[in-house]
Nanobody, 126 residues
Framework: QVQLVESGGGVVQAGDSLRLSCAASGRTFSMYAMGWFRQAPGKEREFVAAVSRSGVNTYYADSVKGRFTISRDNAKNTVYLQMNSLKLEDTAVYYC???????????????????WGQGTQVTVSS
């Protein structure tokens, strides 16, 4: 198993930037593909971004493409989500997720992931 703890959420103004972190523990971090999801009140959980084991492959939801960047530092057992040009509609609880995999794959469905963090709140105001 791996435990995931998100941090970095907060209240920011539209147009500002924020960086979320997800610290992992339990086993070798590099064996997991990682992803970020978010859930706003009254809405279903939605995919945000994903990164492969090595960090070479990334994929983004259309709603955040060009504004958000997912990255990982396997030496620090941490995955990041850099969020720029934040919009009101980015307000949500953000979750990181991990999936064991043997290859350089990315995953975009929530049910493809094995482990989840507790979430961190991001609120964008105007």
């Amino acid at each position: 198993q791996v435990q995931l703890v998100e941090s970095g959420g907060g209240v920011v103004q539209a147009g500002d930037s924020l960086r979320l972190s997800c610290a992992a523990s339990g086993r070798t971090f590099s064996m997991y593909a990682m992803g970020w999801f978010r859930q706003a009140p009254g809405k279903e959980r939605e995919f945000v971004a994903a990164v492969s084991r090595s960090g070479v492959n990334t994929y983004y939801a259309d709603s955040v493409k060009g504004r958000f960047t997912i990255s990982r530092d396997n030496a620090k057992n941490t995955v990041y989500l850099q969020m720029n040009s934040l919009k009101l509609e980015d307000t949500a609880v953000y979750y990181c997720a991990a999936r064991t995999t043997s290859g350089s794959y990315i995953y975009t469905r929530g049910d493809e992931y094995d482990y989840w963090g507790q979430g961190t709140q991001v609120t964008v105001s105007s």
